[in-house]
Nanobody, 120 residues
Framework: VQLQASGGGLVQPGGSLGLSCTAS????????MGWYRQAPGKQRELAAS???????NYADSVRGRFTISRDNAKNTVYLQSNSLKPEDTAVYYC???????????????WGRGTQVTVSS
């Protein structure tokens, strides 16, 4: 199982950026998916998550500015980030809880991370 993220880059304060992450390989089902971020010198933190049923959860710092969504048919999770601030600068990692077979418990899978830099 692999998670491939794309969409990072450099954006000016107040700008927008979209991230996507697709799971590939052999697996039975994907449960929760989410985006975490890690700024220099800080711990990795949850930015947003979404259940297989579409229930979302956001960190207070991004609520109202970021929108997480998923396309279950494409095994893809998206993060639309608006009104970006310099403090949103971080490496963004996608995460998915995946069951490889019907009878195995789910495991945590991570993408390699994509850099988002908010700077003028």
């Amino acid at each position: 199982v692999q998670l491939q993220a794309s969409g990072g880059g450099l954006v000016q304060p107040g700008g927008s950026l979209g991230l996507s992450c697709t799971a590939s390989g052999s697996f039975f089902s994907i449960n929760g998916m989410g985006w975490y971020r890690q700024a220099p010198g800080k711990q990795r933190e949850l930015a947003a998550s979404i259940t297989s049923g579409g229930t979302t959860n956001y960190a207070d710092s991004v609520r109202g500015r970021f929108t997480i969504s998923r396309d279950n048919a494409k095994n893809t999770v998206y993060l639309q980030s608006n009104s970006l601030k310099p403090e949103d600068t971080a490496v963004y990692y996608c995460n998915a809880q995946i069951k490889k077979t019907m009878f195995r418990s789910q495991g945590d899978y991570w993408g390699r991370g994509t850099q988002v830099t908010v700077s003028s």
